[in-house]
């Protein structure tokens, strides 16, 4: 039921289990595995790992097919295998293990004016130079080349250090490919696999984007400037992607059916030899721990100092439902713009309530029409009230405004009432979506309203003799606030693997996101809307993830020498979590204060962000000792590190010391909790004082020391923090607080949560 949070679009891409299908060859069930070879290992008589790799499985089957070798993203390959060749591939030497396939799920013209970043002010980013070299890769499901927002018009040659390319295929030349668009790339031997051979009427077996979500998420990150982009009239301006001077590389990865592991190793292994800088990552797969094939595949990225970024998922606003939730990787939640796309919705009875909604088209006659609810028009008396396909009956609706609760897809359900001859719609958010209205473009004069509004429509309808209304629909406006407010669909922590790592780390805009759209698919991503926009409007944290990697292309720009996570630093620790008034974000789900557990470290600010003061910096073996810390065992770090490294024995590791910026405590028992952090100044000379909050008395947060001196650049200094609880209270309970290290010119902010489990 998390589909009803998305957008049409995103919907159906999302509505995906885990796990591929086995297709049945010479009477034994095949799957697709992905094998993981310690390379170290390989004997001297092999020249090269893939004869070594070769050689493997060929002594557990002659006829298996090799999907992929892999060559940076981790050491393995890619194969079809029954389950017993499975079993007994994983007893060959230097096998470290063979992983099932999975299945992942994919989960803005106002958008830089809204994070302060204006063409006209964005001085602190270069306009040209260094910033025009970056390259921000995209796994996603390709790319529409023709947009606007990947026009070469103004760019320079392509970077010297770039070694990637572009495939051809359906409908799809090399020539598509720019000195904007400089790469575009497609893997889909995973998924073919499982599915059989792409039908090319169907689907494009190129890097072309078919679906729209592609397009979407690359030029957010990176698109070119577009006066006049808009959707159906709406949002109306001009659209930018964040690091707009950037170059743009598509992976497609995501196919009709889903993104499969093994293509996804694939992008990433091909975006890393490519020389991209930076990753985004919308969507993700169910295996837990960091073995997982994206986290795998990141931690080879971030080595290689490849900023990525993943989003948080949307099954918020439940507890515990954030993914991508590695520490190498920066989990973006999301947040509303200040912008808004209402309507009105005017009872017979003289009562007006507010919606939203992105239908374009001849307004309904103005005057009040009837109006009927589903529950009380439908076949099927349990779920009537929903409007699900072939129950509605078309006597009971023909010429009325339908009232439908919502539960799916948005636009579907529109198409629904319009088949039956509705002459427009209401559709009332549930308990589950609360106060959330996002914007859909349907294909019928129809609005979304909140649970409130909703219920009051709906007693209206249920208690009137002879209900009536009508749909007003104003258009866009802006400087709409609060906002940003959390979305309600924003997955959230504790961090389901390692609660003392607090994610996701930070929001960024998600909600009814203006950004490029492909040429095959209607904005609803109905099969029903013929119409064809060259900007569509969806939400999501996959909206979210790609503000957060343009952003990260901005700060690599300007600061070439930082590690991914000292771009995350700079971003989390300049983020914000009030208003300019000084009270907290709002979360939608809750309608009171978001938390850490929501928010991260809070909404990015990418103007503060640049000049962060202090950095908590990492490298690859801060990460390794972290997993020493989760007390890995030798095969998972070694799936994951793809080399020796070995835990120390003689040395304790603690996750506590995994130099964050961001603090989590479960409280287990103890009363005491002492975490160590060490910062380094990428600022001036400087004297930092600390400053804690906490909002309950049941924890004390002590720093010692409480002031840290600067001479100059780079010098890094430690601190220990001790958070002292009352460790009685009950299970389940949260509290929240922070730790500020300020120059009096820099504020340094780092989130705490403690949890009592
Ligand atoms: C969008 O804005 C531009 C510039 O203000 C204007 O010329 C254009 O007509 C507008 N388009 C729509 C569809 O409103
Ligand atoms: C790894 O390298 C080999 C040889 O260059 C190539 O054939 C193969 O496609 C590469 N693997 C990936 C996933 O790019
Ligand atoms: C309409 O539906 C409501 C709720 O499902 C029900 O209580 C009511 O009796 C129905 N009214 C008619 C006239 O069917
Ligand atoms: C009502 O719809 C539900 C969900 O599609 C279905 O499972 C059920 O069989 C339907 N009931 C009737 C009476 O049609
Ligand atoms: C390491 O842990 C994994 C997951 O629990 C397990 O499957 C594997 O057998 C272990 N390997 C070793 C060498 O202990």
């Keep these: 039921m998390s589909s009803s949070f998305l ?67 981790i050491h393995g390959f890619a194969t079809r295998l029954t389950p017993e060749e499975a079993d007994s591939l994983m007893t060959q030497p230097g096998v470290i293990s063979v992983q099932p396939e999975q299945r992942y799920e994919l989960h803005t013209t106002r958008t830089p004016l809204f994070l302060g970043l204006d063409v006209h002010n964005s001085g602190l980013f270069p306009e040209t ?39 051809a295929g359906t409908k799809f030349t090399t020539s598509l490919c720019n000195r904007k668009l400089i790469g575009a790339r497609f893997f889909v031997r995973g998924y073919e696999a499982i599915n059989g051979p792409v039908d090319e009427s169907k689907e494009s077996k190129s890097p072309r984007d078919d679906n729209g979500h592609g397009t979407h998420t690359a030029s957010t990150a990176a698109g070119s400037v577009v006066e006049g982009a808009n959707l159906l009239g709406f949002a109306n301006g001009t659209a930018r992607g964040i690091a707009y001077r950037a170059r743009v590389a598509v992976y497609k990865v995501c196919w009709k059916t889903g993104c499969f592991a093994s293509d996804i190793l694939a992008g990433i292994d091909k975006a890393i030899e490519d020389n991209v800088n930076i990753l985004s990552i919308s969507l993700s797969g169910s295996r837990t721990g960091y073995t997982d094939d994206t986290a795998v595949g990141a931690f080879a990225a971030m080595e290689r100092g490849i900023f ?56 309904l006659p103005p005057k009040l029409l009837p109006l009927v609810y589903a529950g009380n028009a439908s076949n099927n008396a349990t779920y009537g009230n929903f409007c699900i396909s072939g129950t509605l009956i078309p006597e009971k609706v023909k010429g009325k405004i339908v009232m439908c609760d919502a539960g799916g897809n948005p636009a579907r359900i529109g198409e629904v009432v319009k088949a039956a001859g509705g002459l427009g719609m209401i559709l009332a958010n549930m308990a589950y979506e609360g106060e959330e209205i996002l914007a859909d473009a349907f294909l019928l004069p129809a609005t979304t309203v909140g649970k409130k509004a909703g219920d009051i429509i709906r007693h209206y309808i ?70 064809r926009v060259e900007f569509n409007i969806i939400s999501g944290t996959s909206m979210s993830c790609p503000h957060v990697s343009g952003l990260a292309a901005l700060l690599k720009s300007v600061h070439p020498e930082w590690s991914p996570a000292a771009i995350r630093s700079a971003l989390m620790t300049t983020a914000y979590n009030t208003y300019k008034d000084g009270k907290p974000i709002i979360d939608i789900a809750t309608l009171k204060p978001s938390t850490p557990f929501g928010h991260g470290a809070g909404h990015v600010s990418p103007t503060t962000a640049v000049n962060p003061g202090l950095i908590y910096d990492l490298t690859t073996e801060d990460y390794l000792g972290f997993l020493c810390a989760m007390n890995y065992n030798s095969s998972q770090i070694r799936i994951i590190s793809r080399g020796n490294y070995a835990c120390d024995p003689s040395k304790t590791y603690s996750v506590a010391d995994l130099n964050y910026p961001s603090f989590a405590v479960n409280v287990d028992g103890s009363d005491t909790y002492k975490y160590k952090r060490t910062v380094t100044n990428v600022g001036g000379a400087g004297s930092y004082s600390v400053k804690v909050t906490s909002e309950t008395t049941a924890v004390k947060i002590s720093v010692e020391p409480a002031v840290l001196n600067f001479k100059e650049v780079n010098e890094k200094k430690s601190y220990s923090v001790t958070f ?3 460790s009685s209270k009950p299970s389940g309970s949260d509290s929240f607080g922070s730790i500020e290290w300020s120059d009096g010119k820099h504020v340094v902010a780092s989130p705490v949560a403690i949890s009592w489990i």
């Design 7 to 73: 957008s049409s679009t995103a919907f159906f891409l999302l509505v995906l289990l885990y796990l591929g299908s086995f297709h049945v060859s010479n009477g034994a069930q095949q799957g697709t595995y992905i094998v993981h070879m310690a390379k170290s290992q390989m004997p001297s008589s092999f020249d090269h790992h893939f004869l070594w790799y070769d050689a493997s499985l060929r002594s557990v089957s002659e006829s298996a097919e090799m999907l992929y070798t892999y060559n940076n993203s």
């Design 724 to 726: 002292t609880v009352d």
């Design 462 to 531: 249920l208690t009137d003799p002879n209900p009536t209304a009508s749909i007003v629909i104003k258009g866009t406006v802006v400087n709409v606030q609060p906002s940003p407010v959390l979305a309600a669909f924003s997955s959230r922590g504790p961090n389901p693997i390692t609660p003392n790592i607090l994610k996701p780390d930070l929001i960024a805009p998600g909600v009814n996101i203006l950004a490029a759209w492909t040429g095959a698919q209607g904005p609803s991503g109905l099969e029903s809307d013929t119409r």
């Design 129 to 167: 130079g260094p910033s025009s070299n970056v390259v921000v890769g995209v796994l996603d499901t390709g790319i529409w080349p023709e947009s606007k927002s990947f026009s070469d018009e103004g760019y320079g040659p392509i970077p010297p250090t770039w070694k990637g390319g572009c495939d």
């Design 308 to 363: 990525v970024s993943c989003s948080a998922g949307n099954n918020g606003p439940f507890y515990s439902s954030v993914a991508n939730v590695a520490p190498w990787i920066t989990t973006v939640g999301a947040g509303t713009l200040d912008r808004d796309f209402p309507t009105v919705v005017i009872l017979g009875n003289g009562k007006n309530y507010m919606g939203v909604s992105l239908f374009s088209g001849d307004a």
